[in-house]
């Protein structure tokens, strides 16, 4: 399964940047974000709690940052676990494009699901993927445009 899509972030490209490594804002951004861990410069530790159609799973994971081109672009890889569940698997590239005071940050991701969510069909998957990944470019950008007092 193939999704992705773009997202104009009002603030400069190095703010982008950071936001996008730092473990704190990702894992206020993330849906269904129960914990997420740097365990080295490049590798996080997760749980991340979703539901998909009439599952719904814990998923235990590790995510892999690669082809770091700062403060550009990057890979992202990741694997997930969610017990009978099944697994979900990935990369997505990031790309971040400068444009006057703002970022173009435009994603392009595959995925791999397998065990019961697989079961569930490749629309329901898709479209539910497609909306957890503008729900969390929906909730960085707001993380970086909106004034710490209103958070």
Known sequence: MDISGEERIAAPRTVVWEALN???IL???IPGCQSLEQTSPTELAATVRLKIGPVSASFNGEVTLG????PESYRISGEGKGGIAGFAKGFAD???VEQGSETILTYKAEAQVGGKLAQLGSRLIGSTSQKLAQQFFANFNAAL???ATEL
């Open 145 to 147: 445009t909106t004034p």
């Open 27 to 29: 894992r206020q951004c």
């Open 22 to 24: 730092n473990p704190d």
């Open 67 to 70: 082809d770091i081109k700062a």
């Open 94 to 96: 990031v790309v971040l």
